[in-house]
């Protein structure tokens, strides 16, 4: 398959800005530039919507009825997942990790104003990924035409799209022939970190990649991210060779648990809004911006290099963590 004749469906208002920050690069001894994939231009934006333009023109192609997804409570992924349904005049079922709140807001409740179909899985640990396939077999069961969304919208076509926005940071860095010395992103259900290096191993370009983990080990993420380049090049029919330094994992940055705020994070997310007027989110980049802090502090990262720091959204998560805030 080739990249450029991919089925798409429309929702991206693109290119994304690629923003200089004056005060915080002064502040922190670096350039530092931001991919502002929190601008993508959809259903309040982030990431997965320029995933979900090729996922859902692949349920469209399979003829899908229902659009079925899962992920944590303030899952930006299940928001996204279930406006781009709306878009093409689908629906949505969600399946969220945890109890149903006593109040909605945050992305829960822009999926309720979508009219999604929510099922809460409650406590204890539970597999996501089986639960959201126990979902689409009962829909299935009474007639519906489910589609399956992996988590995160991380899979083969989800790495495809973030191949075509390396092209697009591409042209955005040589328009203002800057050369980074590092791109700086958050690694979750690794789609995006995977789709990065796909796209610059695609493209012929050299830049390291720093993930910042928010949930998964290194060993975990490094596997994922192996399994889906190399996926996206069997698909391609393109070789995207990974070497061996090309997967880069920083980890310690996430506290307590997934999603849960950490001090670091908490004053990243104040510092850039207080420094840009730019807006973190607690889950992801909030942490990220934390650990790319502490990693220019340690010298990790080297002082004065020039950083792309790739934006991902998940802003609408803000207002389901208002307690985060308390203790401003
Ligand atoms: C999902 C998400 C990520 C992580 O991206 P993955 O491709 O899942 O690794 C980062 N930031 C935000 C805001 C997200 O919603």
């Not at 822009?110 to 204890?124: K, N, P, S, W």
């Not at 705020?261 to 510092?271: S, V, W």
Request: hydrophobic residues 40%; neutral net charge; proline residues 4%.
């Amino acid at each position: 398959m080739k990249l450029d004749s991919l089925p798409r469906y429309r929702l991206t208002a693109l290119p994304t800005p690629l923003d200089e920050t004056p005060r915080l690069s002064k502040e922190l001894g670096a350039r530092i530039l931001f991919k502002r994939d929190d601008l993508t231009g959809f259903a309040l934006g982030g990431n997965k919507i320029r995933k979900l333009e090729f996922l859902l023109a692949d349920a469209l192609a399979k003829n899908a009825d229902v659009l079925v997804t899962g992920g944590g409570a303030q899952s930006n992924h299940t928001r996204a997942t279930a406006a781009a349904a709306r878009k093409a005049g689908l629906d949505a079922f969600l399946v969220l990790s945890g109890e149903r709140p006593s109040e909605s807001n945050g992305n829960l409740l822009l999926e309720e104003l979508l009219g999604a179909e929510i099922r809460f899985l409650g406590g204890g640990w539970r597999d996501t990924d089986s639960e959201i396939g126990n979902a689409a077999a009962e829909l299935a069961a009474r007639g519906r035409r489910p589609y399956i969304v992996p988590v995160g919208g991380s899979s083969v076509l989800g790495c495809c799209s973030y191949i075509i926005a390396v092209g697009e940071l591409l042209e955005q860095l040589d328009a203002l022939q800057v050369n980074p010395d590092y791109i700086v992103v958050t690694t979750g259900s690794c789609g995006t970190h995977a789709g990065i290096l796909a796209g610059l191993k695609y493209h012929g370009r050299k830049i390291p990649v720093i993930g910042i983990t928010v949930s998964r080990s290194v060993a975990e993420g490094t596997q994922r991210i192996t399994r889906l380049v190399n996926e996206t090049a069997a698909f391609l029919e393109t070789p995207l060779p990974l070497e061996a330094n090309d997967i880069v994992i920083r980890e310690g940055y996430v506290g307590k648990g997934y999603a849960q705020i950490t001090p670091e994070a908490r004053e990243a997310i104040k510092r850039v809004a207080r420094s840009e007027g730019i807006f973190l989110d607690q889950v992801y980049t909030g942490k990220t911006m934390a650990g790319m802090i502490d990693l220019l502090a340690k010298g990790d990262l080297a002082h004065g290099a020039t950083i792309v720091f790739w934006h991902t959204g998940g802003t609408p998560g803000l207002f389901g963590h208002a307690q985060d805030f308390r203790e401003m």
